[in-house]
């Protein structure tokens, strides 16, 4: 897994334009939030939602981007929505079997993560 989960973190990097620690946060939440629920990635509106309490702070934009890029939703396909409350956490609703978890990203790792080798590095 650890192979697997290391090539979606360099193509979400890619995709965004930038390497980050909320990049890393929002693929990591969106990929807990998809096990702990037991479903896989879609973008399909009939089966998940997902629902970020973003505000407009530095570094959630680039969560909620991965946040999309790891389960699937979009604002614009509506099967994401974000509720502002200037938060990281997610919540991700399988509609058809009706059970939801939400996921948080805890702030105590963000530093260390920042200054990691692998953040330190650019392309």
């Given at each position: 897994m650890e192979g697997?989960?290391?090539q979606l973190l360099l193509n979400a990097f890619e995709l965004h334009g930038h390497?980050?620690?909320a990049s890393t946060a929002g693929v990591?939440?969106?990929?807990a939030a998809l096990r702990a629920l037991g479903v896989k990635r879609t973008g399909n509106s009939t089966?998940?939602?997902?629902?970020?309490?973003?505000?407009?702070?530095?570094g959630v934009d680039c969560f909620a981007d991965r946040i999309h890029y790891a389960t699937g939703h979009t604002?614009?396909?509506g099967n994401i929505g974000n509720?502002?409350?200037g938060k990281l956490p997610i919540t991700l609703i399988d509609k058809k079997k009706e059970p939801s978890v939400r996921v948080?990203?805890?702030?105590?790792?963000q530093k260390k993560i920042a200054e990691?080798?692998?953040?330190a590095q650019h392309n």
């Open positions: 697997k989960y290391k390497k980050c620690w990591r939440a969106g990929l089966e998940l939602h997902c629902i970020v309490e973003i505000g407009n702070n530095h604002l614009g396909n509720s502002g409350w948080f990203y805890k702030r105590t790792h990691s080798a692998a953040f």
